[in-house]
């Protein structure tokens, strides 16, 4: 340890301050995660795994249940055990890369996933974010793991016996291990895959065992070999031990994507320290970050749900980036194969996070979102893009250009990065090309959209009218960085008006947005149920409101405010009908929408879920208290079922977050925050630099959503909104509620400098 270079030392140990350093506080117990697990492929509770990791770590740890290659890694209903993988898994739909395992056995040595699987229960599995331990039915084993950010340490207790095992597993399509018994060490590699990676790609893995071996054997391609050594499509090991009952075999595990020799470095992390100091100080640092919104009191459910979803909006993005000798961040490039220095991050979406996850960060932990800006630039300049779904490289998924969302939402909140030229000069390449092999990066259709002012329905580029909706927001965010960054007049105004391009899609006979064909004319037949086709994983009744930078430009175009509450009314008072047809069978976002009784409303997908706080342009905020917490108490639970539909990398986790604090970034990249209902009397946010906003909610309870009143710092408000500023400069936030809506307060937020036609 004391040879640890001090840059990684604070990156293990935690570099955030304590928040809220009281010994009686201890957010991470109250996280399960186990929330959102009981999934399959078709209805999805979440989609997650329980991740044994540490916040925004390089590597997470979870028990296999599914196969090999299987992105449900781990679901709640099965009953055995396969193995404990590595997994850089964002999600079950983009999968894993640069996976291997290790499984505790006896009896046989037995290298298959099929026969070393294990049964396992529930009542004998404890997982926590920074812990985890599972008895093993089958081997009579208990299995322990707890984590630093690029190693782990695995604690396995044994039976009796001459044939206590582990088995490392590195899995198929092309792997490497070899068994040094003089070192009690197991190295090798893995490059199993999904895409995103170049040709070089390898995860470089070393396993450190604290006593001899008395059995080891190699694998490759289900043959067994007395060989040490091991290249195949599917190679692995297994080391043997003599065991008492009770007896302890501890293996320190680290890995790299840049070499063998940095994967050695990488176990530094872990030093001398047994498992229990790994765990106290992994335990620690969770707490150091959840405990940066402090919630004390309130109903227990309610809080486990809140800390288990804060514990999920600080997953992802992930890590990719290592520490070099002299303790300098260096990465091996997804995007070209090379090792460079600086930082890098990935496995998320920005169709799904750039709505609530980043401003989140940019809140509460800037420090951290500001490495993962440098790792954009460090991605532009190696790829010419920015990614826009990264894992660990770009990967065709989505649509949008919204990296400009997290780009500009960071920059103007004080977000700065060493060179803002170029942070600013791949904003501007991303809206006005496209990548040649991956169309989700950069701009599919930009040359028919900067000629025509939309992407067309006609032409072959699919889910254009969702592509358009989300160019124009991203064009506004490129606007505010331009204006904010002082560029020509001529280049501000170019992305002003491209800003407003949403009208080009605005059908003024059925107040929703279609797809146009090329000549102008509004595609036929429409449904506004029907999903997918010119809209992305939804229909019109949920793209319609994805005008984030001008609501008031679309209560406008829907006849006023009257007309807009109305239209907003019947995305909730239509039935859950819709229209598969373009999918050809029921997506699980259908049928997620459909079982929760709750109209047209999708909340379990992203497009739509800042909708409900689009009443408050409307100036009706009583309608989206009510429903807010109808969200919150009906569609989230700290339990293996808790989430209405995917959790997508922290997106629907921090959308919780926000909404239990009382507020929510509508607009990233503006400066207001757009007032909801809080679930807390009270809650604390402390901030990076020791300040902190304390929010109370006089009279908060079941059935008391509405707000009867507001003070900012003592003074009372009529606002619906709040500004970063006023939060992040510290202060008080005091609610009143009440069981009675209150139909005369609330000025809205395009009453404030915010639309943006106002900006003109």
Same mark, same amino acid.
């Given at each position: 340890m004391k040879h640890l270079p001090m840059l990684l030392l604070l990156c293990c140990l935690g570099a955030?301050?304590?928040?809220?350093?009281s010994g009686d506080f201890d957010p991470v117990e109250l996280v399960n995660p186990l929330m959102g697990s009981q999934s399959v492929h078709q209805f999805s509770a979440g989609n997650t795994y329980p991740a044994v990791a540490t916040p925004w770590g390089m590597n997470f740890w979870t028990p296999q249940t599914g196969k090999m290659g299987d992105g449900w890694a781990y679901t709640y209903t099965d009953t055995r055990i396969r193995g404990f993988k590595q997994t850089h898994q964002p999600s079950p739909w983009i999968n894993d890369y640069g996976q291997f395992s290790l499984m505790p056995v006896t009896g046989a040595p037995e290298f298959d996933e099929e026969r070393r699987a294990s049964w396992f229960g529930h009542k004998a599995e404890t997982s926590k974010p920074y812990y985890y331990s599972v008895y093993l039915a089958e081997y009579d084993v208990v299995a322990e793991i707890t984590p630093t950010d690029r190693a782990a340490v695995f604690r396995f207790t044994f039976p009796e016996g001459d044939d206590s095992y582990v088995v490392v597993d590195a899995f198929d399509k092309g792997s490497y291990v070899k068994?040094?018994? !003089?070192?009690? #060490?197991?190295?090798?590699?893995? /490059? #199993?895959?999904?895409?995103?990676?170049?040709?070089?790609?390898?995860?470089?893995?070393?396993?450190?065992?604290?006593?001899?071996?008395?059995?080891?054997?190699?694998?490759?391609?289900?043959?067994?070999?007395?060989?040490?050594?091991?290249?195949?499509?599917?190679?692995?090991?297994?080391?043997?031990?003599? /065991?008492?009952?009770?007896? %302890?075999?501890?293996?320190?595990?680290?890995?790299?994507?840049?070499?063998?020799? %940095?994967?050695?470095?990488?176990?530094?992390?872990?030093?001398?320290?047994?498992?229990?100091?790994?765990?106290?100080?992994?335990?620690q640092r969770w707490n150091d970050v959840l405990g940066r919104i402090e919630i004390r009191e309130g109903d227990l459910d309610h809080r486990r749900t809140f800390y288990t979803c804060l514990y999920r909006s600080t997953l992802f993005p992930r890590k990719f980036y290592e520490f070099d000798a002299q303790g300098r961040p260096c990465?091996?490039?997804?995007?070209?194969?090379?090792?460079?220095?600086?930082?890098?991050?990935?496995?998320?979406?920005?169709?799904?996070?750039?709505?609530?996850?980043?401003?989140?960060?940019?809140?509460?932990?800037?420090?951290?979102?500001?490495?993962? %800006? !440098?790792?954009?630039?460090?991605?532009?300049?190696?790829?010419?893009?920015?990614?826009?779904?990264?894992?660990?490289?770009?990967r065709d998924c989505m649509v949008g250009n919204n990296s400009a969302s997290v780009v500009a939402d960071a920059y103007l909140k004080g977000i700065r990065v060493e060179d803002t030229a170029t942070l600013y000069r791949g904003l501007v390449d991303g809206a006005n090309k496209v990548h040649p092999s991956v169309r989700s990066t950069g701009r599919w259709g930009y040359?028919?959209?900067?000629?025509l002012g939309y992407v067309p329905y006609d032409v072959g580029i699919r889910e254009n009218a969702a592509r358009t909706l989300e160019y124009a927001y991203d064009d506004w965010c490129i606007y505010r960085m331009a204006k904010a960054l002082g560029r020509p007049q001529e280049e501000v105004?170019?992305?002003?008006? #491209?800003?407003?391009?949403?009208?080009?899609?605005?059908?003024?006979?059925?107040?929703?947005?279609?797809?146009?064909?090329?000549?102008?004319?509004?595609?036929?037949?429409?449904?506004?149920?029907?999903?997918?086709?010119?809209? /992305?994983?939804?229909?019109?009744?949920?793209?319609?409101?994805?005008?984030?930078?001008?609501?008031?430009?679309?209560?406008?175009?829907?006849?006023?405010?009257?007309?807009?509450?109305?239209?907003?009314?019947?995305?909730?008072?239509?039935?859950?009908?819709?229209? !598969?047809?373009?999918?050809?069978?029921?997506?699980?976002?259908?049928?997620?929408? %459909?079982?929760?009784n709750m109209g047209n409303y999708a909340h379990g997908n992203q497009p739509i879920q800042h909708m409900i706080y689009l009443y408050n342009y409307a100036g009706q905020p009583w309608k989206a208290q009510y429903r807010l917490r109808q969200v919150m108490e009906r569609f989230y639970s700290a339990t293996p079922d808790g989430y209405c539909g995917d959790e997508d990398n922290g997106q629907t986790s921090a959308w919780?977050?926000?909404?239990?604090?009382?507020?929510?970034?509508?607009?990233?990249?503006?400066?207001?925050?757009?007032?909801?209902?809080?679930?807390?009397?009270?809650?604390?946010?402390?901030?990076?630099?020791? #300040?902190?906003?304390?929010?109370?909610?006089a009279g908060n309870g079941p059935g008391r959503c509405y707000v009867k009143s507001l003070k900012i710092n003592g003074r009372n408000s009529s606002k619906n909104y709040l500004t970063h500023g006023t939060l992040t400069a510290g202060g008080k936030l005091e609610f009143g509620m009440s069981d009675t809506p209150d139909l005369s307060r609330g000025t809205a937020p395009s009453d404030a400098p915010y639309s943006f036609s106002s900006e003109f």
């Open positions: 955030f301050p304590a928040a809220a350093s068994i040094e018994p !003089e070192k009690r #060490r197991v190295t090798g590699y893995t /490059t #199993r895959n999904s895409g995103g990676v170049p040709d070089n790609f390898r995860n470089w893995f070393v396993v450190e065992f604290d006593r001899d071996f008395e059995y080891t054997a190699t694998f490759a391609d289900g043959e067994r070999s007395e060989s040490l050594e091991q290249q195949a499509g599917h190679a692995g090991g297994i080391v043997g031990f003599r /065991t008492r009952r009770g007896e %302890q075999v501890t293996a320190r595990v680290a890995s790299s994507f840049i070499s063998p020799e %940095q994967a050695l470095r990488n176990l530094q992390e872990v030093g001398e320290r047994g498992f229990d100091e790994v765990c106290a100080a992994a335990k990465h091996y490039s997804p995007y070209n194969g090379e090792v460079l220095p600086g930082y890098m991050y990935t496995d998320t979406g920005f169709w799904d996070t750039f709505r609530c996850l980043f401003p989140l960060l940019n809140l509460v932990y800037p420090s951290v979102n500001r490495e993962i %800006q !440098e790792g954009l630039v460090n991605a532009y300049r190696e790829s010419g893009f920015y990614p826009e779904w990264a894992s660990p490289g770009h040359d028919y959209y900067n000629r105004d170019l992305y002003a008006q #491209r800003a407003l391009n949403y009208r080009n899609l605005f059908d003024s006979r059925t107040k929703l947005m279609r797809g146009r064909n090329a000549d102008g004319s509004f595609a036929e037949p429409f449904s506004p149920f029907k999903w997918g086709d010119a809209f /992305t994983e939804g229909n019109s009744w949920h793209y319609t409101w994805s005008v984030f930078h001008d609501p008031q430009g679309l209560i406008d175009l829907m006849g006023g405010r009257e007309r807009f509450a109305g239209m907003l009314d019947s995305v909730f008072v239509v039935p859950p009908v819709f229209d !598969e047809s373009y999918y050809g069978s029921v997506i699980h976002e259908i049928r997620e929408m %459909q079982v929760m919780y977050v926000f909404s239990a604090l009382g507020f929510y970034p509508v607009c990233p990249a503006s400066d207001q925050y757009v007032l909801g209902s809080p679930l807390f009397e009270k809650a604390v946010v402390h901030y990076e630099d020791g #300040r902190r906003t304390v929010i109370t909610a």
